[in-house]
């Protein structure tokens, strides 16, 4: 579990980060959202330490990180995988290679034992004997997964994944998606993702934090927003008339069910809609 503290950050007199709290929790997908500019990736890069936060706290399992001298956080660290925007694969080495890179930074294995975990990670992210191609003669989609597969390499507790459907197509998107989701489950991690894609917010959103102009503006699940309020928040994710019609659609499917399980009020915001039909008796 990650707990983000009031954190604020600002560059000169421009301020980025407001005062932005949030829990983050083990085998979920934590997801920021925002527009261009809100501050996703600066958010991002205080929680993992890449920033220092002007002010707040980050919590690595009940840790203060921030509070944490150098030796302290390169442990931390250690448990921490990040996969990049734009995969950020070495270009000269292997895909062999750039998994085993952070094995021959962070651990004295033998050669055979790095090689091992290598094609079990590459197995993981459906890739086996890809193991001698370059970067450059890789897919986009084929290249977000090695850069997944050098991710976990370590078994990492945290999964920071910044923007990783950039540049994909759909299909591929949700291909990676699920892959993170499955790996976020499977290894118990704590998972962290920034995006844009309207298709991973619900798909694997389990916790979503808008943000605004650095505030944080909303927070909730993938099934909270359907209902959500929040004019921002819709205009944002429901851009188009046909999301917000799907959106509409959608509320009165799972106002069937809420309404069922007797849960509706929980996941409403005020001032429920009026499309929802009253429950059957
Ligand atoms: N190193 C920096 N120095 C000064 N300003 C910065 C720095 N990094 C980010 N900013 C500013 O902070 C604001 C938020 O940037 P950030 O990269 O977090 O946005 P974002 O939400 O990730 O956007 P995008 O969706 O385009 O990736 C922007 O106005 C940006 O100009
Ligand atoms: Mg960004």
């Given amino acids: 579990m990650i707990e983000v503290k009031n954190i604020k950050k600002s560059f000169g ?143 990492p507790k945290y999964l920071f994944c910044d923007e990783p459907n950039s540049g994909l197509d759909p299909q591929t998107s949700l291909v990676i998606d699920k892959l993170i989701q499955e790996i976020t489950i499977e290894y118990n991690i704590t998972t962290v993702i920034n995006t844009h894609d309207m298709n991973s917010v619900m798909e694997i959103g389990n916790y979503i934090l808008y943000m605004y102009q650095g505030n944080k503006e909303w927070e909730g699940t993938n099934r909270e927003i359907i209902f959500s309020k929040n004019e921002r928040l819709n205009e944002f994710i429901f851009a188009s008339q046909f999301l917000q019609d799907a959106k509409d659609m959608r509320m009165l499917e799972e106002s069937g069910k809420i309404s069922n399980d007797r849960n509706m009020d929980e996941l409403m915001d005020k001032d429920a809609p009026s499309l929802i039909p009253p429950p059957d008796e």
Avoid at 59 to 80: C, P, W
């Fill in 13 to 155: 007199d421009k301020t980025v980060i407001q005062d932005v709290s949030a829990v983050m929790k083990s085998g979920q997908c934590n997801l920021i959202i925002g527009s261009s500019g809100s501050g996703k990736t600066v958010l991002m890069k205080c929680i993992v330490g890449l920033f220092e936060p002007d002010a707040g706290q980050v919590l690595y399992h009940g840790q203060d990180f921030t509070a944490m001298n150098s030796d302290e956080k390169t442990e931390v660290r250690k448990e921490i995988g990040m996969l990049f925007q734009g995969s950020a694969l070495f270009d000269s080495l292997t895909v062999e290679q750039n998994i085993m890179f952070p094995l021959s930074m962070f651990t004295k294995w033998t050669t055979k034992k790095k090689l091992d975990r290598v094609n079990e990670v590459l197995t993981r992210v459906n890739l086996t004997g890809v193991n001698k191609k370059f970067p450059a003669e890789l897919s986009g989609g084929m290249k977000k997964r090695v850069a997944l597969a050098r991710a976990i390499v370590l078994n």
